[in-house]
């Protein structure tokens, strides 16, 4: 498996999820460590971690919106739920998400919703819109208050 790169952590999920920080990550990898070993309902549990090879092992859930509608008008009935998402990982941390988007949301089975991807959280608001997760119609949502 090769590293991530400084940008983003690589991910493979096989089984559980492997999520590989590159050298340069540590920050990034510390916050992710931290926020998988709260155990909360709505992310992924922590299986196992690394911290001399900067890997985390997380369980596998499903797929993300973003992989089960594609670009899709069905995702946009998640709005409200990433919302509600969003209240509560800042109620629990008091971090914003800031990569909130269709990617960033895994559903289980059951249709249960479960946040991932936090390399980006911190304690200040920054709008973040990679794959349209935060338009409609042109419209910016803002799922952090």
Known sequence: MTKGDNKRPMTRCNGNCVIQFGPQQDVKYERNKMIYQRGVSYIPKLISFDDDNKRLVIQKIGRTIAEKYGGS????RYLPKMRTLSKKFY???GLYHNDLGYHNILEDNNGK???IDFEWSNPKLSIF???GGYRKKGKL???NF
Not at 73 to 76: E, N, P, S, T
């Open 73 to 76: 008008g069905g995702r946009d």
């Open 91 to 93: 109620n629990t941390f």
């Open 113 to 115: 919703l479960y946040l």
């Open 129 to 131: 819109d990679r794959d």
């Open 141 to 143: 949502y803002n799922f």
